[in-house]
């Protein structure tokens, strides 16, 4: 997979503030990368450095052409700047019709009048929009506004696409309906795309690629499911709302072992990290298995007595929070919940594998 642009050594600052530093990060060509982060990590500042909009305060970007940001005149801006799309959580309507609103870049960019109304036609139909061709664009809903929005900037045809919180204002059909639109016309047509978002959940279902961003600062890149299971830092494993991110000390070793001190309990994980090291352990509720009590937990080396705290329904699936001799939520189907009589007060045995267990450094923050 090649790589459409990549950054090297970003930073910038307001004042004395520093927003973002991103030492290096590489956008690949042909795939929808999420960039998720907390209110004010410096996303937006990220987006608007790489669309030309913000000059930064040190760092370089090398584009598709080759070209450099330190190096760029004016003429290579604008070429850059054509051939990428942004955007925004407002869709931004000009006071015109929809069809003008989607022929305008094209106007600008003096495509023949046959070209601008071939492409509005085929793009009024992409998106199912047929029918309000001929409205006001400002009469529109929220979620057509954006569906229009997108429309604007996909027939330029852009090499990339950016995308800043565009479904933050939208109710949820809404940015059900938008995203799948997002994923079908990017994929049909190869646009790469740079997404961002602070809510990890929104963007998961067609990100091929998560970035997450902390106080300015690229933690962790890499395929979903691997940031996921495999956070890098506990500030990862926190923004990505990891339920049990259990803070303990390695108290040995044994081989390739770890053993754990979490509360009053022992806890075994597969880590290279010595013993006396403070560290968070992340378990994932979907790999705590309840058995009844004193029934053996197979082939996972940790074994504790659970007592069930609380019990909630999380729609298909239940959550449950027990004391292990220290708070452990497992996640079980409702099926489970009824035939193995789980409700608060009862008990049980949680069996985890030392496989299933993350460990990582203590850094006394998250």
């Not at 998961?204 to 996921?228: M, R």
């Given at each position: 997979?090649?790589?459409?642009?990549?950054?090297?050594?970003?930073?910038?600052?307001?004042?004395?503030?520093?927003?973002?530093?991103v030492d290096g990060f590489r956008l690949?060509?042909?795939?929808?990368?999420?960039?998720?982060?907390?209110?004010?990590?410096?996303?937006?500042?990220?987006?608007?450095?790489?669309?030309?909009?913000?000059?930064?305060?040190?760092?370089?970007?090398?584009?598709?052409?080759?070209?450099?940001?330190?190096?760029?005149?004016?003429?290579?801006?604008?070429?850059?700047?054509?051939?990428?799309?942004?955007?925004?959580?407002?869709?931004?309507?000009?006071?015109?019709?929809?069809?003008?609103?989607?022929?305008?870049?094209?106007?600008?960019?003096?495509?023949?009048?046959?070209?601008?109304?071939?492409?509005?036609?085929?793009?009024?139909?992409?998106?199912?929009?047929?029918?309000?061709?001929?409205?006001?664009?400002?009469?529109?809903?929220?979620?057509?506004?954006?569906?229009?929005?997108?429309?604007?900037?996909?027939?330029?045809?852009?090499?990339?696409?950016?995308?800043?919180?565009?479904?933050?204002?939208?109710?949820?059909?809404?940015?059900?309906?938008?995203?799948?639109?997002?994923?079908?016309?990017?994929?049909?047509?190869?646009?790469?795309?740079?997404?961002?978002?602070?809510?990890?959940?929104?963007?998961?279902?067609?990100?091929?690629?998560?970035?997450?961003?902390?106080?300015?600062?690229?933690?962790?890149?890499?395929?979903?499911?691997?940031?996921?299971?495999?956070?890098?830092?506990?500030?990862?494993?926190?923004?990505?709302?990891?339920?049990?991110?259990?803070?303990?000390?390695?108290?040995?070793?044994?081989?390739?072992?770890?053993?754990?001190?979490?509360?009053?309990?022992?806890?075994?994980?597969?880590?290279?990290?010595?013993?006396?090291?403070?560290?968070?352990?992340?378990?994932h509720p979907e790999e705590v298995v309840?058995?009844?009590?004193?029934?053996?937990?197979?082939?996972?080396?940790?074994?504790?007595?659970?007592?069930?705290?609380?019990?909630?329904?999380?729609?298909?699936?239940?959550?449950?929070?027990?004391?292990?001799?220290?708070?452990?939520?497992?996640?079980?189907?409702?099926?489970?919940?009824?035939?193995?009589?789980?409700?608060?007060?009862?008990?049980?045995?949680a069996a985890l594998k030392a496989t299933?267990?993350?460990?990582?450094?203590?850094?006394?923050?998250?």
């Amino acid at each position: 997979m090649s790589d459409l642009l990549s950054v090297e050594g970003l930073h910038q600052s307001y004042g004395e503030r520093c927003v973002l530093r991103v030492d290096g990060f590489r956008l690949q060509e042909g795939r929808i990368t999420a960039l998720v982060g907390p209110n004010g990590a410096g996303k937006s500042t990220f987006l608007r450095v790489i669309n030309l909009l913000e000059k930064p305060a040190g760092g370089e970007i090398v584009y598709w052409d080759g070209s450099r940001l330190s190096s760029l005149g004016r003429r290579d801006r604008r070429k850059l700047s054509r051939e990428m799309a942004m955007i925004f959580q407002d869709p931004l309507p000009f006071r015109r019709t929809v069809r003008e609103n989607l022929a305008y870049g094209l106007k600008v960019r003096r495509l023949s009048r046959a070209e601008r109304e071939a492409r509005v036609e085929e793009m009024l139909h992409r998106l199912d929009l047929l029918e309000y061709a001929e409205r006001a664009a400002h009469t529109l809903s929220g979620g057509e506004a954006q569906k229009m929005a997108l429309g604007r900037a996909m027939i330029l045809r852009p090499r990339l696409l950016l995308l800043d919180e565009p479904l933050s204002n939208l109710d949820l059909p809404s940015r059900r309906e938008l995203l799948r639109l997002i994923s079908e016309l990017v994929r049909e047509d190869g646009v790469t795309v740079l997404y961002v978002s602070h809510d990890y959940h929104e963007v998961l279902e067609i990100a091929d690629v998560l970035a997450v961003l902390v106080d300015g600062e690229l933690l962790q890149v890499g395929e979903p499911g691997e940031v996921f299971a495999r956070p890098r830092s506990e500030q990862v494993a926190s923004f990505l709302g990891s339920e049990n991110l259990l803070e303990g000390v390695i108290e040995r070793r044994v081989e390739e072992m770890g053993v754990i001190r979490v509360g009053r309990a022992e806890l075994e994980a597969v880590c290279d990290l010595p013993a006396g090291s403070r560290v968070k352990v992340l378990v994932h509720p979907e790999e705590v298995v309840l058995l009844p009590p004193g029934e053996g937990a197979g082939s996972a080396r940790n074994s504790l007595a659970a007592r069930v705290m609380e019990v909630r329904d999380m729609g298909s699936l239940v959550r449950v929070t027990m004391d292990c001799g220290f708070p452990l939520v497992a996640h079980v189907t409702r099926a489970s919940r009824e035939i193995m009589g789980i409700r608060p007060g009862s008990e049980f045995t949680a069996a985890l594998k030392a496989t299933s267990l993350h460990v990582m450094p203590f850094s006394g923050r998250s």
